[in-house]
């Protein structure tokens, strides 16, 4: 052991302490004053963010960390369309500068980013910010600034249930009850001797699946089985459901997930129906992650996912006929990264679509308060690449209203159902009448 | 049964990964007596490494020699460059450094490798073996594991007890200045102390990344595994550690399959915790405590 030496610890501790409570008291001081100022600045016309010919947004993805694959290229999507209104002159002559700040998918870092967008960015909007733990963290933080917050890349019922206490958040995606809902009345009707089993997302993405796939199928299912995100092993969870004999598995699970269940599947030796819900189901991505760990023994590629069933509410790079997906490719062909266009930029994109298009609804003078009245009032007018129209009212901020379920061969969905609506709670699923399905963007490519 | 039986596989090949993670803080333990933090990520970065050999083409034996010849090396410099200058001090000053190496070393393969999961390609098999008409939760790729771990195991525990390099490294560990003057060329044991120790933390890197996943996290929960696993079998004993990963390995799987796995960690703390109170030393210590 080594000897004691010991230099005298120096009694400055309290000392320091107080000198250092007092600085960081007087720097937070200094920050709430020049708040103050910005927000007198604000008044009129045109709102934070925004002047004669520039509107400034931002919004936080996981550029890095786990959670980056896939997503990381939804923000490439939004920048390459938000390029392509630009080249075309802006909407009401104004150009959109697009910040897009890295979270890692860490809450943490989704507040300080989230200041930073907008105390020191001074942002005019947040434009899909993603993901339900990180969203959360700064969702009344930008209610309580006046920020908008539209189209939150997540499906958390959060976002649109609660008008009064989130007044400035909209979703976009369908949420994941109604999500649940439409899965489970397939089940239901289609599959009824089948004994279900969940695997679920151990998070509100989980439970709120949950809550609507119960409205439905409630006494076919067998078996839940929760797993922690970050955890890779899910080998237990998949070996439970195995053992209860279940021979259909509903997933409500990340795309990194899909792909780890079909490996531990494969394991076992457990050969069930899989149907993956929307956010986890993308061939591209998962089969890239499958096909190489097996060196060519787990069928590579698009392919890997054959046979499974999930579902669709945008069109997709699967359907390269789809008007929409015309659009997208030619946007990409001209102001994308290097790189191929993917279904997450495709997303970023259609999200993009959305908020030129709410930007156009609230006209010339654009305020804050306008754009939210515009979506609350206008949005049977806000025609997209969605498949079913969203549900924005002075009530309720829940995004896209439905969605069809497909069975994906070779990469691409086959639909089995026309488009499915509902919203949450208790309503009842209907087929959509809007033709929403079956529309095309304008000539321009840009909303009118 | 069907499930019980799986979920002890799974469990058991779990263990022995843990099982091999922890060998290698035993190894450095006791030919350095540093606790190292930085086992994970170095293993991560030598994982990182036979992945882009194998991306290049070669095979995943190649892939798994490069790992293996990065790690003795990755060990060998650092402990020369980075843990050498601070020795003679006070033991927690190398210890705070390996903390230190973990930050720098994860920031560094998130710039040099990317930030996201990426497969990692089996050796072997990767569909559970066939027994009568049953499947069972045991991959060919799993057996290798669990060959490979208890292969070094045995070549630690002859190592130590039966070489005379490896009496040396436990003396040079043990009590430097009597060493010295014994004719024991201290600096070198301990630099061969860690090479080798990075040698096997980088074999249950590339083990545990298999059929799997890799990402420049993805040995972070292995890490903390692999600590507990360590102490369990008294840091000190190779088999200790093999015994206390195995231990490790079932429980934590029974837990996630029957309780849920979000009580993992805590199940993990809960088992150190009430070992710890039995046998402060660990399962398989044999020194009694000194007094200081």
Known sequence: MTPRTGTPVPHRGPATLAGLLATALLLAGCGAGGREDDGEDGGGASDTGVTADTITIGAHFPLTGVAAPGYSEIPTGAQAYFDYVNANGGVHGRQIEYLVKDDGYNPTNTSKVTNELVLQDEIFAMVGGLGTPTHSAVVDFLNGEGVPDLFVSSGSLMWGDDVAARPMTFGWQPDYEIEGKIIGQYVAENQPGARVGLFLQDDDFGEDAEQGVRRYLDDQIVEVQRYTSGSTDVGPQIAALQSAGVDLVLSFNTPSYTALSQLVALKLGYDPAWFYSNVGSDPGLVGALLSQISEGAVQGGTNALDGVLTTEYIPGVDAPDDPWVQLWQKVWDEHGEKGELTNYRVYGMSHAYAFVQALQEAGEDLTREGLVEALESDSQDLVGPQLAPFRFSADSHMGISGMRVVELQGGVGEPLTPILVSDIGDAEITEDTSGQAEDAPPESGIPD | ?292
């Open chain 2, 1 to 292: 049964m069907q499930q019980l039986l799986n979920t002890s596989l799974v469990g058991l090949t779990l263990g022995f990964v843990y099982a091999a993670f922890a060998l290698a803080l035993v190894l450095v333990w006791r030919s350095t007596r540093v606790v190292n933090f930085a086992q994970a990520p170095m293993a991560m970065v030598t994982t990182f490494v036979a992945l882009v050999v194998i991306e290049g083409g070669a095979s995943w034996w190649l892939g798994l020699a490069a790992a293996l010849a990065s790690g003795l090396v990755l060990g060998a410099v650092l402990e020369r460059a980075v843990v050498r200058p601070v020795q003679g001090g006070s033991q927690i000053n190398a210890v705070i450094l390996t903390l230190g190496l973990f930050i720098v070393l994860h920031a560094l393969a998130a710039v040099v490798f990317g930030n996201r999961y990426r497969s990692f390609p089996a050796p072997f098999g990767i569909r559970g073996l066939e027994v009568g008409d049953r499947t069972v939760a045991l991959t060919p790729t799993g057996v290798f594991t669990i060959v490979a771990v208890l292969v070094v195991m045995a070549l630690l525990v002859a190592l130590f007890r039966f070489t005379d390099l490896g009496l040396r490294m436990r003396a040079a560990a043990f009590n430097r200045e009597v060493a010295r003057l014994l004719g024991v060329r201290v600096g070198r044991m301990l630099t061969l102390g860690w090479a080798l120790a990075s040698l096997v933390g980088s074999l249950a890197g590339v083990l545990i990344a298999s059929g799997s996943l890799v990402h420049p996290g993805f040995m972070d929960s292995v890490v903390v595994f692999g600590f507990v696993a360590a102490v369990l079998g008294g840091l000190d004993s190779p088999v200790g550690s093999v015994v206390g990963g195995l231990v490790l390995g079932l429980s934590l799987s029974f837990v996630s399959g029957y309780v849920g796995s979000q009580l993992v960690p805590l199940a993990a703390l809960l088992i150190l915790v009430l070992v710890l109170l039995v046998r402060p030393g660990g399962l398989f210590s044999t020194t009694t405590a000194r007094q200081v």
